[in-house]
């Protein structure tokens, strides 16, 4: 019987081969749904990556082109490489935290004026301080409610 980290370790590694086989697959077929605006590219970045996936999935049926990382320094390296039209980031993940991420990209002339979100666990006053400091233009809180995140993406 597996323990409760490896049971940990095989669930993310399935997701991530289910992610790769999403990634594989994306373009390969037209969209199955038409929509109402233009497509822009959306980084996500969890370190569940089960909900990260699901988010993508999800967005990917209304035309945009998505992009995951499981972790601060990922999340980095694809934002500087792809260059994404918003960013929706967890606060607390391994290597550089949300916050972390958030303000090294503020540093760079192309991500002044991306839409950075805030997805995350911490709900304080002194949390969202933080967020609004760190560089984020929207702090929500999870469990989010995904139409909230489509509304925002929609007034791009």
Not at 134 to 143: I, L, R, W
Request: glycine share 6%; with cysteine.
């Amino acid at each position: 019987m597996a323990s409760r980290s490896e049971s940990v370790i095989r669930d993310d590694a399935a997701a991530r081969s289910r992610d790769a086989a999403r990634k594989a697959s994306a373009g390969t077929s037209p969209p199955t749904r038409k929509t109402a605006f233009v497509s822009c590219r959306v980084l996500i970045a969890d370190d569940h990556v089960d909900a990260a996936i699901g988010l993508a999935e999800w967005l990917e049926t209304m035309g945009y082109e998505v992009y995951t990382a499981y972790d601060g320094n990922d999340a980095l390296e694809t934002a500087r490489r792809v260059r994404p039209d918003a960013l929706l980031l967890d606060i607390t993940m391994p290597g550089l935290d949300g916050d972390e991420v958030c303000r090294r990209l503020r540093q760079e002339p192309w991500a002044r004026e991306v839409l950075i979100a805030a997805v995350t666990g911490y709900s304080g006053a002194e949390d969202r301080r933080r967020s609004r400091e760190a560089g984020f233009d929207h702090h929500f809180v999870k469990p989010v409610d995904p139409r909230k995140i489509r509304d925002l993406l929609q007034s791009l």
